[in-house]
């Protein structure tokens, strides 16, 4: 009896209140507030019994809404009063405060040690030198373009990661473009093409999804035409064919017809009120071959400019196809980039976000290691990017085998972004991904630009200390040796006993089996993505 009466109070006490305000207004005008107030309350909880479609809120009228509010504020109250500095979710506190100080430019110095427990197990440091040096210019520079590329860009070791305008606000977009041009970095455009926001100097990675947006036909074919046209922009500096993205590897989407703005439409080269379809993999090509073939094409019809492709890596052997078709052909992509699947701006199925692709050292380390058996990795170059944010991450990264790193969120962070992930709600708080013009009206591009610009300066300054304390002159020469893993409690690994780099050659000598390398490249073909036998 009494969890009815307490069930019921809210409603019954509104009512109750209702009245009394009604007849108050005998006796003052004052009254009307109250009667306004508690008569909503009322009306809301008869709404709330005889709606069919909320358990809570009928058996609970007026009260049983207390439990949506703290719901939708649920990520906000653990952010602010509960998460710890150093707990990912997913990035801490204590990188994100990195970020947004390195973009202020102001102090990231922190006193009295770090608060990361040491002799837990995962934990990861890097050994320094004795004779450190120092290293004056930090504009750390990787030549990309292979033997038939004409055009060569000489990339910055840390660029921006592929975020498509309309997951990103226009705001966002030019902030990012024009801290580019300010830092003397790449801005990759993702697969939604190039827009008119995306025209701030900045250069351009022009990223090709299955999708083929600006350079397609009206039946979502590759429009060869249409890509020239984009390609020969001198602000596009490399292409880059999307095959896989570590947030949702081998999952299409749809932009819903209601979302596209004309900008999106003029952007993408789709047509206004149709819903826009990214098929999960691409009608440009079916096997290693044509895929070759296609690569080879893009790079004729650009001018001889850098031609790669992005992947997160799911079946091994897959990737061993595409390069046996590479050493069949002669074909070579120019770069290829690894996308971890921890990366991932964009909304996706929570299974395929949380359990589809290989993470980035694992996906890392297997492409390097796969391109030195072949004796091709002296000619393709290898970016990577999931979670990327600080100095030490690009370190690691270009110990295990990458030669530059790209970043989505970490660049995100420098324009603003809270990690309030309400990114595909467009309800942005901070104008980074949202449509809505009121909302991004907050995201002021002159200092959104300069801190993108901020950050990246600041981070490669901080490399080039971590570079010089091991008593290197450059990033790129980490190696595996340099850093150590904490595998257990008061026990560690040399990077080089978990990161191992195989000989080079030894696919082609067939002389060298560990971890299943050889086995899965007497599977692989490269007529075919599937296997000779059943197996992945």
């Known amino acids: 009896m009494f969890t009815r009466f307490v069930r019921f109070s809210p409603l019954a006490l509104s009512a109750f209140l209702a009245v009394v305000s009604l007849l108050g207004l005998l006796l003052s005008d004052w009254f009307l507030i109250g009667l306004i107030l508690f008569g909503f309350l009322t009306l809301v909880g008869i709404h709330d019994l005889i709606q069919t479609r909320h358990a809570i809120t009928r058996n609970y009228p007026i009260l049983g809404h207390l439990r949506f509010f703290f719901e939708e504020i649920r990520p906000e109250i653990r952010q602010y009063l509960i998460e710890g500095d ?58 990309i373009g292979g033997p038939d590329c004409t055009q060569p860009y000489s990339a910055s070791i840390y660029n921006i990661s592929a975020m498509s305008f309309g997951a990103l606000s226009a705001n966002a977009i030019m902030a990012l473009n024009r801290g580019a041009k300010m830092g003397g970095f790449a801005h990759d455009t993702g697969e939604g093409g190039i827009s008119r926001y995306h025209r701030e100097g900045g250069d351009l990675i022009y990223e090709i999804g299955s999708g083929y947006f600006g350079c397609r036909n009206h039946d979502g074919s590759f429009n060869p035409e249409k890509f020239a046209e984009r390609a020969a922009d001198p602000q596009v500096k490399m292409i880059e064919i999307k095959l896989s993205q570590g947030a949702k590897p081998g999952h299409g989407g749809m932009l819903p017809a209601a979302k596209i703005t004309p900008e999106i439409a003029e952007a993408r080269d789709i047509p206004m009120g149709v819903d826009c379809v990214s098929p999960a993999s691409h009608s440009a090509f079916d096997t290693p071959l044509e895929m070759m073939g296609f690569i080879s094409q893009l790079r004729e019809l650009s001018g001889g400019k850098p031609v790669g492709f992005k992947l997160c890596v799911g079946h091994r052997r897959e990737f061993m196809c595409i390069v046996k078709a590479m050493l069949e052909t002669g074909v070579t992509p120019d770069f290829i980039v690894v996308d971890g699947k921890e990366g991932g701006t964009g909304a996706a199925p929570l299974e395929f976000a949380n359990h589809m692709g290989f993470p980035l050292v694992e996906g890392l380390s297997f492409v390097h290691n796969t391109l030195r058996g072949a004796g091709l990795r002296d000619r393709i170059k290898i970016g990577a990017s999931g979670k990327l944010v600080t100095a030490f991450h690009l370190a690691k990264v270009l110990a295990i085998g990458a030669d530059w790193a790209n970043s989505a969120r970490g660049f995100m962070f420098s324009i603003g972004c809270i990690q309030a992930q309400s990114c595909h709600t467009n309800k942005c708080p901070t104008g980074v991904t949202t449509q809505d013009p009121i909302r991004q009206r907050a995201l002021v591009v002159p200092d959104k630009a300069q801190r993108v ?40 690994k040399v990077g080089d006993e978990i990161y191992h780099y195989m000989p080079e050659g030894f696919l082609l000598r067939e002389d060298d089996d560990r971890f299943g390398y050889l086995k899965r490249w007497k599977r692989a073909r490269a007529d075919a993505f599937e296997p000779f036998d059943s197996g992945v």
């Open 453 to 492: 610009a901020n950050f990246h300066r600041n981070t490669m300054k901080a490399l080039a200390e971590m570079t010089g304390a091991a008593g290197l002159t450059h990033p790129g020469q980490f190696l595996p040796h340099h850093l150590l893993v904490r595998d257990r409690e008061r026990d560690f």
């Open 86 to 143: 150093d707990e990912d979710v997913p990035f801490s506190r204590a990188t994100r405060t990195i970020v947004y100080q390195r973009a202020k430019d102001i102090e990231d110095a922190k006193p009295f040690g770090t608060r990361l427990r040491v002799s837990e197990s995962g934990y990861q440091w890097i050994t320094h030198s004795v004779k450190p040096r120092h290293i004056e210019n930090s504009d750390f520079r990787v030549e």
